[in-house]
Nanobody, 129 residues
Framework: QVQLVESGGGLVQAGGSLRLSCAASGRALSLYTMGWFRQAPGKEREFVAANRWDDSITYYLDSVKGRFTISRDNAKNTVYLQMNSLKPEDTAVYSC??????????????????????WGQGTQVTVSS
């Protein structure tokens, strides 16, 4: 089993940047496909970005492509989400998630939250206009 703890959220002005971190403990991060999801007030949780367990494939929500970057540092057992050019519509609680079942990295499966078994508690990101 793996435990996940996010950090790095906060309040930022539109156009600014934040880097979210997701620290894993309990098992090696290299075993897991990692994803970032977000949930805005009154909305369903949505996929943001994912990185296959071997760091060979990444996926992004269309609206964050070119602005967000997911990366991992297996030596630190940490996954990051670098968020640039932030917009007010990026305001949400961001959660990281881990899946040992997602091995092939097929896009539909990788973007589906039902395929992730472990979740962090989330970190709030607020972007002011």
């Amino acid at each position: 089993q793996v435990q996940l703890v996010e950090s790095g959220g906060g309040l930022v002005q539109a156009g600014g940047s934040l880097r979210l971190s997701c620290a894993a403990s309990g098992r090696a991060l290299s075993l897991y496909t990692m994803g970032w999801f977000r949930q805005a007030p009154g909305k369903e949780r949505e996929f943001v970005a994912a990185n296959r367990w071997d760091d060979s494939i990444t996926y992004y929500l269309d609206s964050v492509k070119g602005r967000f970057t997911i990366s991992r540092d297996n030596a630190k057992n940490t996954v990051y989400l670098q968020m640039n050019s932030l917009k007010p519509e990026d305001t949400a609680v961001y959660s990281c998630a881990a899946s040992a079942r997602l091995r092939l990295g097929l896009p539909t499966a990788t973007k589906s939250q039902k395929n992730y078994d472990y979740w962090g508690q989330g970190t709030q990101v607020t972007v002011s206009s």
